[in-house]
């Protein structure tokens, strides 16, 4: 529990546990019980102002307004852009001007929501945007949690399933990406089920190794994209730092100390690895992991040379997988306007600010 002197004037309070909140409102006169009103108020309730939350005195919201960020200044929606299949993208101004996206993705009745952990991206995969401008900052908790509190407003109700896929690298800002996960999870916050939140990593394997020791119910997913180490180096560069075999043997590990399924993301470049002899060494390499594939033809982005896959090539490399008792998914995209891959709104409106 933090100590009320502890929390700074300027974090946000979704950056706060309920116990953390607890003490932010005894620290402001008020009773620790008023807490679970906040609480409710912020994540059922989801205003975007103090005075929005009625019940509490406002002597006490006062005190707590000076003191916690203003609730609409961790994350105010400046654009929405609706992709193909029903895709909304938001665009978030953050209090530093700094902006980023978060994604929501219906399907049927249930809505996923893909939320960013950084201002930017440091690892510079060669298909993705979100490292095109570098990384500024990471992101604090409540800027990752308010997320998925504004795309909650947006769809009428608590999203079904979270997933840490947008801009940045998860496990580079990995304190404040678990205690987001820990706030959506908590029956006082979002109360997202731990298994519908989805932590997501290019394969940095220090974070790998934390996470498998932290006895949480979280989904893993890994951007795997090649099966062998020379053409994972050509799509990421993280590949040089902590090599395929140092990726794959933090896995095992995983899986055997958690006894849970790590999902590997595998993106499909026409004639770079989607191939049958590609499709064998991703065979080999995963043989006796506890895992799954979902394979996603490329989103072509314009600074990457790369191009789609035929859609009978996807098929046959699916029917590989399938073939040798991989448990595979082939994502049918949705989206192919311009800004539907991470990234893309963002590195369209730092450009469109640069070049008015």
Known sequence: TMDADTVEPMDSAYSLTPEELA??????GGQAWRATQIGQWLYGGRVERWDAMTNVAAALRQALAARLRDLDGT??????AEEGGGTTKLLLDLHDGEMIETVIIPARDRATVCVSSQVGCAFHCAFCASGLHGVTRSLACGEIVAQAVRAAQRIGSRPDNIVFMGIGEPF?????VLKAARLMNDPRGLGIGARKITISTCGVVPGIARLAGEGTQFELSVSLHAPTQA??????PVASQWPLEALMAACRDYTARTNRIIT??????AGFNDGPEHARALIAL???LKCRVNLIPLNPVAEFAGKTPDPRVCEVFLACLERAGVNTTLRRSKGRGVNASCGQLRHRSLRDRNDP
């Open 172 to 176: 580079a800002n990995y304190d404040a």
């Open 231 to 236: 053409l994972r180096e050509k799509l990421m």
């Open 264 to 269: 590997f993301e595998y993106t499909l470049v």
């Open 23 to 28: 003490a932010a409102v005894e620290a402001c």
């Open 286 to 288: 995963l043989k006796g």
């Open 75 to 80: 994350a105010r929606v400046r654009e929405a």
